[in-house]
């Protein structure tokens, strides 16, 4: 399959680009704009507490740099510890972008783990959901938790790899694997990245994409690793799709003797 004709949907829009990446911890907006190009990434997620996108009109704007012609926001409710808190971010980013629905919900446990707090995550995604909202949602990797919150009505389910911003990498493949064999939604690794190979393995996994910020803006040359970050999400995407030789034991010759004569 050509890469041009292997898209992502989710709902109901659909991208070439399978990464997916932030706009915080940049030096500048300069580099936010570079590395956000460079990455090729066409959904960008725009952290509503802690950015300006005109709310406040006498700061700079993100979305000077950020066009929302050109890419397809996703605002998200980091740093919200309730799901009261989420929801009325939620509504904030859909009065100041026009009417647009599509979110990524994210309810803390606290302040150390960043650990999402489930009970609270439930409670929102059935606020959002009920309120007209497509909402994908930052999880645990359980697996239960995932299907749960597909059936509340969540257009993708985001379980992390690792803690946000920790670039350990997936703990858990298991887990991840699991819940993209039990998905009828869009799987896609959610922080815990740190390097190329972080991403490439999540895509191998059968992910259907990647959420970063720290591992490209925390890089000491963002821009060289969104590039990156872009080839390791295409490569581990391919290699998925090719289908990877079995596990073994023990060595196979690469050049069998069967059928040769001497």
């Known amino acids: 399959m050509e890469a041009s004709q292997d898209t992502f949907t989710v709902a109901g ?12 911890k940049y030096r500048d907006m300069d580099e936010t704009r570079e590395a956000i190009e460079v990455s090729g990434a066409e959904i960008v997620t725009v952290a509503i507490r802690r950015t300006n996108i005109g709310q406040n009109p006498d700061e700079p704007n993100l979305l000077d740099v950020i066009s929302p012609e050109r890419y397809t926001l996703l605002p998200n409710t980091a740093g919200c510890y309730t799901a009261k808190d989420a929801v009325r971010t939620c509504r904030l980013a859909r009065e100041l972008l026009d009417g647009h629905n599509l979110v990524k919900l994210e309810v803390l446990g606290d302040g150390k783990t960043l650990y999402p707090d489930i009970p609270a995550t439930l409670e929102a995604a059935e606020q959002l959901v009920a309120d007209g909202f497509d909402v994908m949602v930052y999880t645990s990797d359980d ?8 059936e509340v009505g969540c257009v993708a389910v985001m379980p992390l790899g690792a803690p946000i911003g920790s ?9 991840i694997l699991t819940i993209v ?8 690794v959610d922080a815990g990245v740190g390097t190329a190979s ?11 994409g990647v959420l970063m910020n720290t591992a490209i803006a925390g890089a000491q040359r ?12 295409e490569a581990g995407r391919e290699a998925y799709l ?3 030789i079995p596990r073994k034991r023990f060595a196979s010759a690469s050049s069998p003797l069967e059928g040769t004569f001497f």
């Open 13 to 24: 829009r659909t991208f070439q680009s399978r990464l997916l990446v932030g706009t915080g």
């Open 143 to 150: 697996p239960i938790t995932a299907k749960r919150l597909e």
């Open 167 to 175: 670039g350990l990498g997936i703990q858990n493949h298991w887990n």
């Open 181 to 188: 064999e039990n998905a009828s939604v869009p799987v896609l």
């Open 198 to 208: 972080d991403a490439s393995e999540a895509m191998e996994l059968g992910c259907d």
């Open 222 to 233: 963002p821009v060289l690793m969104a590039s990156a970050m872009r080839k390791a999400v």
């Open 242 to 244: 090719a289908g990877r």
